[in-house]
């Protein structure tokens, strides 16, 4: 590695001869997973939300290799997994409600930081992580990770 890159990598797991490396910089979500702020299962509806978002936010411009014959419209602008990716996130927001989707959307999706969630969402200093994890766990319901158990208290 050498001295001028100045990512934040940890050292995950040590085996034999060798070391495993993580960049912390790369999603918001492993930095609060490297500190155990959620737990795994709501860091793996965060990453399937993150992989949903990122699919369907792909460029759907395709280059045209051949000329039309049959004067047809375009057919196939946007390709079949962008509007699965796109159809799945409208099912979440439907699920989670509409403030835990703007949650997952800026932290998920665009890699705010909790600190600037709060900024932006104009929250108190220690309510926006609160609502971070309330909105993984709905998340992680939706997508079937953990079931919601039995409701009815009595």
């Known amino acids: 590695m050498k001295p001028e890159d100045k990512r934040d990598i940890q050292p995950v797991l040590k085996q034999g001869s060798y070391v495993m490396v993580m960049n912390l910089r790369e999603c918001s979500l492993d930095t609060l997973r490297n500190r155990n702020l959620i737990t795994s299962i709501q860091y793996s509806a965060g990453m399937k939300y993150r992989k949903l978002h990122e699919i369907s936010q792909l460029g759907s411009k395709v280059a045209n290799f051949s000329e039309r014959i049959d004067g047809g419209g375009s057919a196939g602008n ?12 409208a099912r979440c927001h439907t699920a989670v409600g509409p403030t835990s989707a703007d949650v997952l ?28 994890r309330e909105a993984l766990g709905e998340a992680a319901v939706h997508f079937g990770l953990v079931s ?6 009595g």
């Open 105 to 132: 959307d800026l932290v998920c999706g665009k890699g705010y930081s909790i600190s600037d969630l709060n900024r932006i969402m104009k929250w108190s200093k220690n309510y926006g992580g609160h609502r971070l």
């Open 78 to 89: 946007i390709a079949d997994h962008k509007l699965d990716a796109m159809e799945a996130l």
């Open 148 to 153: 919601k158990g039995n409701t009815i208290r």
